[in-house]
């Protein structure tokens, strides 16, 4: 089971970026996805999350949306009005067994994660 984050990079506050995640090894439908990030010196923490009937969970900030493409296997995050305050690595992870929550206390127990991918929003 391999998850390839992809899509992050430098831009200026008010840019977009969108982030994708490949998996490889097993298929994303009717599995939990999420997207989290984690910030230097900061724990890491849920954006957004997709249940494995698709029932969408949004920690975020309210500018960013997480979708899926089966076809493709591949999930995104799309992150809109960029801040200075977005600046982290960004993860993806998988559950193949059951819904996960982005909840704090549920990061640990999500098994499978994407290398991180670096965003910086700075002018």
């Known amino acids: 089971v391999q998850l390839q984050a992809s899509g992050g990079g430098s831009v200026q506050p008010g840019g977009s970026l969108r982030l994708s995640c490949t998996a490889s090894g097993f298929t994303l439908e009717h599995k939990a996805l999420g997207w989290f990030r984690q910030a230097p010196g900061k724990q890491r923490e849920g954006i957004a999350c997709?249940?494995?009937?698709?029932s969408y969970e949004d920690s975020g900030p309210g500018r960013f949306i997480m979708s899926r493409d089966n076809s493709k296997n591949t999930f995104y995050l799309q992150m809109n009005n960029l801040e200075p305050e977005d600046t982290a690595v960004y993860f993806c992870?998988?559950?193949?067994?059951?819904?996960?929550?982005?909840?704090?206390?549920?990061?640990?127990?999500?098994?499978?994660w994407g290398q991180g991918t670096q965003v910086t929003v700075s002018s």
């Open positions: 997709l249940g494995s009937r698709d």
């Open positions: 992870a998988a559950n193949r067994a059951y819904t996960l929550s982005c909840a704090q206390n549920a990061v640990p127990r999500w098994p499978h």
